[in-house]
């Protein structure tokens, strides 16, 4: 009965050291994961920046473009 009650002290034990492996490697997963999140804010937050600057540089190329063609046609007027 002595023998029984070893192996079975012996198997808790595995059992145990074994959960202790896998709650360690759920947590690193865990880190990671957040790691990921936070790397794909970060890109989330870097697109749309880029994408406002994109719209603020679009407009300022259409003011650019309207204001050309205004002075094109000013200096049109005028002979040499």
């Known amino acids: 009965m002595n023998g029984r009650v070893a192996e079975i ?3 808790v034990e ?3 050291a074994e959960a202790g492996r896998a709650e360690a490697d759920i947590t690193q997963v865990a880190s990671v994961a957040e790691e990921s999140s936070a790397s794909t804010e970060q890109v989330s937050a870097s697109t749309q920046q880029t994408s406002a600057s994109t719209q603020e540089i ?3 190329a259409q003011s ?3 204001t050309a063609q205004e002075l094109n046609q ?3 007027r005028f002979t040499v």
């Open 9 to 11: 002290a012996a198997a």
């Open 14 to 16: 595995q059992i145990g």
């Open 58 to 60: 679009a407009a300022s």
């Open 64 to 66: 650019l473009s309207s």
């Open 74 to 76: 000013l200096v049109g």
